[in-house]
């Protein structure tokens, strides 16, 4: 499940002033502006969506987390300029890459996008993007693990340079004040109900200790469930965890493999794991929210799916821009 931005003003004018050459799906015409579509790849690659989906279910099979991963994913990549993979670069002479900075620690899997990404260049070499992969994976993800399915647009092309340099221009951490959360999202198009849903996405994985040593050590955070708290420091004895170890807590103990409202319940009982959770709850702009999430599952269910719509179509690659990777872990040679 984990978002001061004169870079995102610049970025977002560019992309508006842009000339977006669209390719059309036999499914109709592309939103002016976005150049995505649905079925985009309906007829150059008929059964891209298909294998995805196929191979997003063999992965889930065999490492359950995998749908963890996909989720993060989406956030990580799309909230940082542009939904263009650029999260899933290496680094290289000229740029580190987004996934070895601090704000990525705990995430993996990404040879994971690497054998969709093969099993889609078997049967149309050099058409599915890799942010189209991203993006649907998350999707699929999303399904394995009991939520909603969410139709999405697709059409995006790659970019071709990760962006370290700008990653805290964008993503809310988790312990940023709520205002500058909703602030990041808000740039974004996603307004207070779409944060307090995508943040559902806690409702699954794990918190590493290290991200929430800080309301245990030296004091518990009285804010938090006693009881949960037993729980929180024998799952993290240490004050100074090894960032190395596996050392983590479930952010939900009740339904760990399951996507649905339980982490809001949670969160009115005090156990959020986060200090972002936790603002959540106590949060005037946000509390209401928390608290219809909480009674209704099929109302967390369509805010979060309009969130995770907006997200995954911010500021795309289209047209003749940026390029569709051969490999999803580095840019093509020509360039």
């Not at 995505?36 to 359950?64: G, S, W």
């Not at 949960?228 to 103990?253: G, S, T």
């Amino acid at each position: 499940m984990g978002f001061r931005a004169p870079f995102f003003f610049a970025a977002l004018f560019l992309s508006l002033s842009a000339t977006i050459i669209s390719s059309a799906s036999a499914d109709g015409e592309a939103e002016a502006g976005s150049g995505l579509v649905m079925n985009f790849y309906k007829d150059t690659c008929p059964q891209a969506e298909e294998i995805i989906t196929e191979q997003v279910k063999l992965l889930y099979k065999r490492h359950k987390n995998t749908a963890f991963s996909w989720l993060r994913n989406i956030f990580h990549d799309c909230a940082v300029q542009s939904c263009d993979a650029s999260l899933l670069l290496d680094s290289t002479r000229r740029d580190l890459s987004e996934k070895e900075t601090d704000r990525s620690f705990g995430m993996r899997n990404f040879r994971y996008l690497d054998t969709i990404k093969e099993a889609v260049e078997r049967e149309c070499p050099g058409v599915v993007s890799c942010s189209d992969i991203l993006v649907l994976s998350a999707r699929d993800g999303v399904v394995a693990l009991g939520g909603p399915y969410i139709p999405l647009k697709t059409g995006r092309r790659d970019g071709r340079r990760s962006r370290a340099d700008v990653i805290e221009e964008y993503l809310p951490d988790h312990n940023e004040s709520m205002s500058v959360v909703l602030e990041r999202f808000a740039k974004m198009g996603i307004d207070t109900p779409g944060v307090v849903a995508l943040l559902g996405s806690h409702s699954v994985g794990r918190t590493h200790c290290v991200k929430l040593v800080h309301r245990l050590y030296p004091e518990v955070d009285p804010a938090l469930n006693p009881d949960h708290v037993e729980h929180m420091l024998y799952k993290c004895p240490d004050p100074i965890p090894d960032p190395k170890a596996v050392q983590y807590v479930r952010n939900d103990r009740g339904t760990p493999m399951i996507f649905d409202n339980n982490y809001y319940r949670n969160l009115l009982d005090n156990k959020g794991l986060l200090l972002v959770d936790h603002q959540l709850v106590v949060d005037k702009r946000t509390k209401p929210y928390v608290k219809k999430m909480a009674k209704n599952q099929n109302y967390f269910f369509k805010e979060f799916a309009r969130a995770l719509t907006i997200l995954s179509e911010n500021n795309p690659l289209t047209g003749d821009q940026g390029e569709i990777r051969r490999q999803c872990n580095m840019a093509n040679k020509h360039h």
